[in-house]
């Protein structure tokens, strides 16, 4: 059994736009791009957070106000486990309120086939619940907790995994969610899970790149004591051809635009850096540097560069 400590985090008090009957029983088509305008604003906020778990930890709070929710949960999928982590209401002041963190941050609710939440995981898609509590797919220690009429819940989705729930309503005792509250949450959801994935793809790329720059610093260190010419100039230095016909020749039997782009890995530009100096697709450059790794036996960007700087010291000692 796991031993992992959780900490439920929750949010200030929020003013609800919709505490208002007047303001919630608003024509849809008049409410809905001004919610929309604001999710948007809330993810770019979550976006510029820079870490994953920021932008989860963030979510429910940045999310209540601008979706115009009185509550909002989001909750981690840990296994076979639904556990609630980030609370935020606009109603802790409110007596009724008050506990309602420790019995959330006590909950660890395995996903049952018959639950809606495990339906919503397993599908990917989210779910309006009408009537929390009757309605026998709900999980009841947590809709007594909450108190809820209704509520809706969504996946967030990284990749083909879901790893997060949203879940949003308007309060204990107040009026039901809607099907354009229904639109709000699984818009907001879906673009949490694209900003997560963009979050986690900018550290790898960041990462990428400092393993680049090390192992650059590594082999130039070495070869400016010998005087080494640079990688750039030996990998499209081409041999003289003994008739006309017979074309240059590159290590490993690089093509002219593999040993391009070997150089430019060497120079550390990204695949898109690579791909805006040749002018060229991504998904081109992603081919000729699987080439590149193929010929030269390499299985990272940091070896097939070691490779390349080997190659140029021995092609330097042989010309010496």
């Not at 593999?258 to 060497?266: K, N, Y």
Request: hydrophobic share 40%.
């Amino acid at each position: 059994m796991s031993t992992t400590k959780y900490e439920l985090r929750t949010g200030r008090p929020a003013p609800n736009p919709f505490s208002d009957p007047g303001q919630y029983n608003a024509d849809p088509a008049e409410v809905r791009p001004a919610r929309l305008g604001d999710v948007h604003d809330a993810i770019s906020r979550l976006r510029d957070l820079g870490s994953v778990d920021d932008a989860l930890a963030a979510a429910a709070r940045t999310f209540a106000p601008a979706g115009h929710f009185a509550r909002v949960l989001l909750s981690r999928i840990e296994g076979s486990l639904w556990v609630p982590r980030h609370w935020h209401s606009s109603e802790l002041e409110h007596e009724q309120e008050r506990g309602l963190e420790s019995l959330l941050a006590a909950l660890r609710v395995p996903l049952c086939s018959t639950m809606v939440e495990t339906q919503v995981v397993r599908r990917r898609t989210s779910q309006l619940v009408e009537h929390a509590q009757t309605d026998s797919r709900t999980h009841h220690p947590f809709v007594d907790a909450i108190r809820t009429r209704s509520y809706i819940v969504a996946p967030v989705i990284v990749g083909e995994e879901a790893v997060a729930l949203i879940h949003a309503d308007h309060g204990a005792n107040r009026h039901p969610v809607s099907e354009a509250d229904h639109d709000i949450v699984r818009h907001f959801a879906d673009l949490l899970g694209l900003a997560l994935e963009s979050i986690a793809l900018d550290a790898r790329i960041a990462a990428e790149r400092e393993q680049v720059r090390s192992a650059l610093a590594r082999a130039e260190s070495v070869l400016s004591q010998q005087g080494t010419p640079s990688l750039s100039v030996v990998l499209n230095a081409r041999t003289p051809a003994p008739h006309a016909l017979q074309p240059a020749s590159h290590p490993w039997g690089l093509s002219d635009r593999e040993a391009e782009v070997l150089a430019l890995m060497a120079e550390g530009l990204t695949n898109r850096g690579i791909a805006d100096r040749l002018f060229l697709s991504e998904s081109t450059v992603k081919s000729h540097v699987k080439q590149i790794f193929r010929k030269q036996g390499a299985s990272t960007r940091s070896e097939s560069i070691a490779h390349a700087w080997r190659h140029t010291r021995w092609q330097e000692l042989r010309a010496s």
